[in-house]
């Protein structure tokens, strides 16, 4: 059974930091795109940034240069790393990766709990 298992979410100030990890356990061949979304109180979940097999990244507008998201293939391990934080980033952080099962291209997409990060003002 394939596991998303988040953690680095909590309270911060505005602009302070914050790191979530996401590791990944179970049984797969390996790990395609690894990536982050969030998804506020009463809004669509929506991406935050992603990277891929090849370490391409894709972040969302609202954070571009306040976002790193990187990755650790011998942990099963993505990050995100969040500066200057606002109280728009408030959000529940969800964990996002593209598991490849089998040798014949079989994959699954898999979600984390989900973590809450809160900005306080």
């Known amino acids: 059974q394939v596991q998303l298992v988040e953690s680095g979410g909590g309270l911060v100030q505005t602009g302070e930091s914050l790191t979530l990890s996401c590791a990944a356990s179970?049984?797969?061949?390996?790990?395609?795109?690894m990536g982050w979304y969030r998804q506020a109180p009463g809004k669509q979940r929506e991406l935050v940034a992603i990277?891929?097999?090849?370490?391409?990244?894709k972040y969302a507008e609202s954070l571009r240069g306040r976002a790193t998201i990187s990755r650790d293939n011998a942990k099963n391990t993505v990050y995100l790393r969040m500066n200057s934080l606002k109280p728009a980033d408030t959000a529940v952080y969800y964990c996002?990766?593209?598991?490849?099962?089998?040798?014949?291209?079989?994959?699954?997409?898999?979600w984390g709990q989900g973590t809450q990060v809160t900005v306080s003002s």
């Open positions: 996002y990766a593209n598991l490849e099962l089998s040798s014949w291209g079989e994959s699954n997409d898999y």
């Open positions: 179970g049984i797969f061949l390996r790990i395609s795109d």
């Open positions: 990277i891929d097999s090849g370490y391409m990244t």
